[in-house]
């Protein structure tokens, strides 16, 4: 079983900045690929950044250039900076990663979310 934690989260005004992170512990043979999803209220979860254990990431279009993730592997731990924060970025954010178990299958895993509220 792997348990993910974030923390983080908060609220800031518009072109404000705020840093995620999340830790994985438990019982584990690696973490592979670690991400952040969002969700505002009544929309559908969406992509915000993935980055591989080699540390090659990936963004929505929506946070090119204002959101940076990044990962110790060391620590199991992916972050989040999340700059020039804009209204719309409001939502609760969830850490995801993918977590190989001891018989050598890969499962996903979720955090339970941390919110983000960013204010006009």
């Known amino acids: 079983q792997v348990q993910l934690v974030e923390s983080g989260g908060g609220l800031v005004q518009a072109g404000g900045s705020l840093r995620l992170s999340c830790a994985a512990s438990?019982?584990?043979?690696?973490?592979?690929?670690m991400g952040w999803y969002r969700q505002a209220p009544g929309k559908q979860r969406d992509l915000v950044a993935l980055i591989t254990n080699g540390g090659s990431a990936n963004y929505a279009d929506s946070v090119k250039g204002r959101f940076t993730i990044s990962r110790d592997n060391a620590k199991n731990t992916v972050y989040l900076q999340m700059n020039s924060l804009k209204p719309e970025d409001t939502a609760v954010y969830y850490c995801?990663?993918?977590?190989?178990?001891?018989?050598?299958?890969?499962?996903?895993?979720w955090g339970r979310g941390t919110q983000v509220t960013v204010s006009s």
């Open positions: 995801n990663a993918d977590a190989s178990a001891a018989w050598g299958g890969w499962l996903p895993y």
């Open positions: 438990g019982s584990f043979r690696s973490i592979g690929t």
